[in-house]
């Protein structure tokens, strides 16, 4: 019990992690400020629908999961929007108790639509997008905790003021979807994957805590997005395999125990229906392409041109600077390549969305060698400014400020 207590007194909140958690509030401020100016749309009230039948009556019609039909473009996506809104109505039932009758939400008997309730619950909208809008604040956690422990303070800063200006990330956090919890997902399946690997060149009793998380990082990805399941196994087993010693015969059967740990979250989700479930498997939902036309969109959008120049910069030095290229830089370079030029055919997904974490990483370990080098200063203040040039992009896009 005392070495329980000390572990969770290491946690410290110093000067790095308060500039972090400013960071992050300023993300978080940004989101809010960008539904506020938002309103209603046919695709919001589609997650609303779906979402609160998946909690309050899923199994609705015979041979499916809602009347939606059976959800197999991220059925995680659906619950999470679905879930404030249906604790929402729940809190109004027993406060109704406490109320007058010509006060109460539901005047009405029976189960109303979201519909027919947005006028008496008017933060319909907030409501919607706050688990999305929280889960990109995770990713941005982190994000900063990755960057901060590979490469130093400076790196972490770097990768994760990118990010937190970033108008792709904000778009996605404000949007019932669930491209941010596939990337959220992939992002901690990689990087645990390597945890992992790590873990397993000492004793046992250490594996299985990361073992455990892997197993939840994989069944996020595979709740958010079917697809991005096989990605990130594949990604991790072979950094796995890379930075592991010794130990290589026992990484595969470890990630197929998280890949079937990964289908049992997302049989989970389904509300255990084989139906539904098995549908999943036969809707064409994790058949992907290989395009580059997402990613040129992405590079070439003005919005996105501190992180443009980032990148450009990260990877002349990453070619020029011989220190630069070792696995801790080349790890996250791989895993944005391979995502940015994948496409989803069968479903609406944007796996090049998964990939920026991992470009946001790369960069922010090649500056952080840039800033150790004889010219750190100089590096520094070409960074800031590259930094700057995005912020002022992203606060110029958003409504209402000009």
């Not at 027993?94 to 006028?119: I, M, N, Y």
Request: charged share 10%; net charge positive.
């Amino acid at each position: 019990m005392t070495l329980r207590f000390g572990r969770i007194r290491r946690f410290q909140f110093n000067l790095p992690q308060r500039i972090a958690a400013g960071l992050l509030a300023l993300f978080l401020i940004q989101g809010l400020w960008l539904i506020e100016h938002q309103t209603l749309t046919d695709r919001d009230y589609q997650y609303a629908r779906c979402g609160r039948e998946t909690w309050e009556r899923p199994s609705a019609l015979a041979g499916y999961y809602t009347t939606c039909g059976n959800i197999h473009d991220g059925i995680l996506g659906y619950r999470l929007a679905g879930l404030p809104l249906t604790l929402n109505l729940l809190a109004e039932r027993g406060l109704d108790l406490l109320r007058k009758p010509e006060d109460r939400v539901f005047q009405a008997a029976g189960t109303l639509s979201t519909w027919e309730l947005r006028h008496q619950l008017t933060h319909v909208l907030l409501l919607l997008r706050l688990p999305f809008l929280f889960a990109g604040v995770v990713l941005g956690g982190g994000l900063w905790w990755v960057t901060r422990r590979l490469y130093g303070n400076l790196g972490g800063y770097t990768a994760l003021a990118l990010y937190c200006f970033s108008p792709a990330v904000l778009g996605a956090c404000v949007a019932p979807n669930a491209e941010v919890l596939a990337a959220l997902g992939v992002y901690g399946g990689v990087y645990t994957c390597i945890g992992v690997a790590h873990a397993m060149q000492g004793p046992r009793r250490k594996w299985r805590p990361r073992i455990v998380l892997l197993m939840a990082a994989f069944g996020l990805a595979a709740a958010a997005h079917i697809a991005a399941l096989p990605v990130v196994a594949l990604l991790g087993l072979v950094l796995m395999a890379w930075v592991g010693e010794g130990s290589r015969s026992q990484m595969l059967p470890v990630v197929l125990a998280a890949v079937v740990g990964a289908l049992l979250v997302v049989f989970a989700c389904y509300g255990f229906s084989p139906d539904a479930f098995s549908y999943l498997f036969r809707s064409g939902a994790g058949f992907l392409w290989v395009s580059l036309d997402p990613a040129r969109r992405f590079f070439l959008t003005l919005g996105n041109a501190g992180i443009t120049v980032a990148a450009a910069f990260g990877l002349v030095l990453y070619l020029g600077i011989r220190r630069a290229r070792y696995f801790g830089n080349t790890a996250p370079l791989l895993c944005a390549v391979v995502l940015m030029a994948l496409v989803m055919t069968g479903v609406p997904g944007s796996p090049w969305l998964w990939g920026l974490p991992f470009l946001l990483t790369f960069v922010g370990g090649v500056f952080a060698d840039a800033y150790e080098s004889p010219r750190g200063p100089l590096a520094v203040a070409a960074a800031a400014a590259i930094v700057l040039l995005q912020v002022l992009f992203c606060v110029l896009s958003l409504p209402g400020l000009i």
